[in-house]
T-cell receptor, first 111, second 113 residues
Framework: QKEVEQNSGPLSVPEGAIASLNCTYSDRGSQSFFWYRQYSGKSPELIMFIYSNGDKEDGRFTAQLNKASQYVSLLIRDSQPSDSATYLCAVNKGGGFKTIFGAGTRLFVKA | NAGVMQNPRHLVRRRGQEARLRCSPMKGHSHVYWYRQLPEEGLKFMVYLQKENIIDESGMPKERFSAEFPKEGPSILRIQQVVRGDSAAYFC???????????FGPGTRLTVT
């Protein structure tokens, strides 16, 4: 079992729709969870972080965390073609500083 | 505010040579992380450093790879006697004290010929 698992996609959604990206993790001791966006050939960019169970909203982005189910998700509302990228889920191992990244989900937003 | 800086952006080395990758964290950031990314793969943690200390190097290959973050100057990732399998993008990230949010530099693309 991978430490952080994501569906590789690609996930294709029409412009204006909600994109839902999912991630599961294996370490129950993890306390910090992150979503990064990476455009092709570029470096990862932090878009959301969440530390507590529940939802956290920032603009068009909502991160959801369920520690009991070891599940974290990212919702992108009103998806735009510029949101087309690979989204990386990241988890801090054992509550420490070491960060484990999932392989990423490729998102395509069709105009 | 300057972001995380890495240089060189592209580095070509012949097999057996040494590669030195440099990373200057964002102002006020005291933690530095190094990651490797192979084409079409995710980021792999290599090492986490604070000033003058290696905190976690569990992702570093046991041989040929080393990292440092001196009191003055950038963090350095050093790869000795490079092999073709070392060809990858190497990313550095930094974070402020007592937080886990990491901000990435543009990366160094290493090509071993």
């Amino acid at each position: 079992q991978k430490e952080v698992e994501q569906n590789s996609g690609p996930l294709s959604v029409p412009e204006g729709a909600i994109a839902s990206l999912n991630c599961t993790y294996s370490d129950r001791g993890s306390q910090s969870f992150f979503w990064y966006r990476q455009y092709s050939g570029k470096s990862p960019e932090l878009i959301m972080f969440i530390y507590s169970n529940g939802d956290k909203e920032d603009g068009r982005f909502t991160a959801q965390l369920n520690k009991a189910s070891q599940y974290v998700s990212l919702l992108i509302r009103d998806s735009q073609p510029s949101d087309s990228a690979t989204y990386l889920c990241a988890v801090n191992k054992g509550g420490g500083f070491k960060t484990i990244f999932g392989a990423g989900t490729r998102l395509f937003v069709k105009a | 505010n300057a972001g995380v800086m890495q240089n060189p952006r592209h580095l070509v080395r012949r097999r057996g040579q040494e590669a030195r990758l440099r990373c200057s964290p964002m102002k006020g950031h005291s933690h530095v992380y190094w990651y490797r990314q192979l084409p079409e793969e995710g980021l792999k943690f290599m090492v986490y450093l604070q000033k003058e200390n290696i905190i976690d190097e569990s992702g570093m290959p046991k041989e040929r790879f080393s990292a440092e973050f001196p009191k003055e100057g950038p963090s350095i990732l050093r790869i000795q006697q490079v092999v073709r399998g070392d060809s990858a993008a190497y990313f550095c990230a930094s974070s402020p004290p007592d937080t886990y949010e990491q901000y990435f530099g543009p990366g160094t693309r290493l090509t071993v010929t």
